[in-house]
């Protein structure tokens, strides 16, 4: 996934009371399914559907395939949800519709709550959840500014005053897996220091699922890391096609290497992180002269941006193509450099962020990749930028700020 994203929000179930399907639907339910495990070339590219007939009664409940929506950081989805009771009975203003999200397979976290006309939604998705509202029937949810931590499965509730039902909505995000250590080391994590690691690093930790999805895309690291479910793995040695090496139990996902479930306070990993798009730009600032890390977040400063971190890298090599074979600071103080098109002396035969490791602090390397946020001014266009001229200082000369004079950078 080299290119930029296309929103493709896919159907998922609708919610039908129970009260609506009688037994002389079970013929319609088994024709239903057959359906659904139709070839899926025939039904690429359009919309699947299947109809259940309610037996005597003439009713039609159109159900949406299973399926997940896919966004991306900053992006606008909805969660698709519709539901089909007698209306003519109940009414729909006495429905309760209910969005929770899954944080743990017997735990769930409120997210949007509306009964008649009294709407409410929940912590982080104030101000950025409401129902789609398109007619009778729909418990859509539309989802604005979507973060990260938005990714994960749904479940939408419908309750009337005797029956109660819901469906499964999984909102994925497409970005980018990267594995991380810090300065100090190797397999130096516990699962809480994992987590804060990925977040000082504008990530997450990744899933499962977005690990298998990477090695399918070439991810090649042979050291085990921490995933969002507690769980430690790796893909196999070699990346595609590899054949790992002893020690790891299984590979339930297609491929990987799964240590399991470990005890999460006391153990020590890596982590494997995630990131998705970038609302703002990673670009390559090269000084007049070599740069200490010291120096990295003051040049960074003159072009109104500051030091990227490890994620910001990787979001921009594989989701804005950022191709540069110059190793810079980041600002975790290692020194890394992207790879779109593998070329010699670019360090192999791949694409992808190739690293340097954690440097000395003190040494000088020929620049620093920055960041700069969307909306923040650029106070050097065309290049130039504030500095200091002579023989000392991040780009030379004495460190009174009085003194700085225009450099080009």
Known sequence: MLGGWTERPVPAPQVCARAALGPGALWAAAWGVLLLTAPAGAQRGRKKVVHVLEGE?????????????????????????????????????????????????????????????QHRAFGSYRGRAELQGDGPGDASLVLRNVTLQDYGRYECEVTNELEDDAGMVKLDLEGVVFPYHPRGGRYKLTFAEAQRACAEQDGILASAEQLHAAWRDGLDWCNAGWLRDGSVQYPPCGGLGGTGSAGGGGDANGGLRNYGYRHNAEE???????????????????????????????????????????????????????????????????????????????GGRRPGVRSLGFPDATRRLFGVYCYRAPGAPDPAPGGWGWGWAGGGGWAGGARDPAAWTPLHV
């Open 57 to 117: 009664s003439g009713s039609v409940v159109v159900q949406t395939a299973p399926g997940q929506v896919v966004s991306h950081r900053g992006g606008t989805i909805v969660l698709p949800c519709r539901y089909h009771y007698e209306a003519a009975a109940h009414g729909h203003d006495g429905v309760r519709l209910k969005w929770t999200k899954v944080v743990d397979p017997l735990a769930f976290t409120d997210v949007f709550v509306a009964l008649g006309p």
């Open 268 to 346: 020590r990993y890596d982590a494997f992180c995630f990131t998705s798009n970038l609302p703002g730009r990673v670009f390559f600032l090269k000084p007049l002269r070599p740069v200490p890390f010291s120096g990295a977040a003051r040049a960074c400063a003159a072009r109104g941006a500051a030091v990227a971190k490890v994620g910001q890298l990787f979001a921009a090599w594989k989701l804005q193509l950022l191709d540069r074979c110059t190793a810079g600071w980041l600002a975790d103080g290692s020194a890394r450099y992207p790879i779109v098109n593998p070329r010699a002396r670019c």
